[in-house]
Nanobody, 123 residues
């Protein structure tokens, strides 16, 4: 059974940092592009960042560029999202997803989704 599990979400003060993890089981992440997405209450799910199979190509939403870093360790079957300088507007449920499509970065291109982890940025 293919499964993605996110972890690392928490309540953090503005300006703080968190590292989210996305661990895969039942399949090898090496063959998949991985994306991080988020959904705030009352809003549509939006792309945050994506990384190619090898990790050589990464993309970021304009709102997080320079603050978030996506990375992957295929040997651990895990992808990370390092989030620094967090803002209240970063509050959302964060999801990771896997896609077998080359260059995938849009929501509709992803086939396998985790259950999400809550990130709350508040003082």
């Amino acid at each position: 059974q293919l499964q993605l599990v996110e972890s690392g979400g928490d309540l953090v003060q503005p300006g703080g940092s968190l590292r989210l993890s996305c661990a895969a089981s039942g399949f090898t992440l090496d063959y998949y592009a991985i994306g991080w997405f988020r959904q705030a209450p009352g809003k549509e799910r939006e792309g945050v960042s994506c990384i190619s199979r090898s990790g050589s190509v990464t993309k970021y939403a304009g709102s997080v560029k320079g603050r978030f870093t996506i990375s992957r360790v295929n040997a651990k079957n895990t992808v990370y999202l390092q989030m620094n300088s967090l803002k209240p507007e970063d509050t959302a449920v964060y999801y990771c997803a896997a896609s077998g499509r080359l260059g995938a970065c849009a929501v509709y291109e992803y086939d396998y989704w985790g259950q999400g982890t809550q990130v709350t940025v508040s003082s």
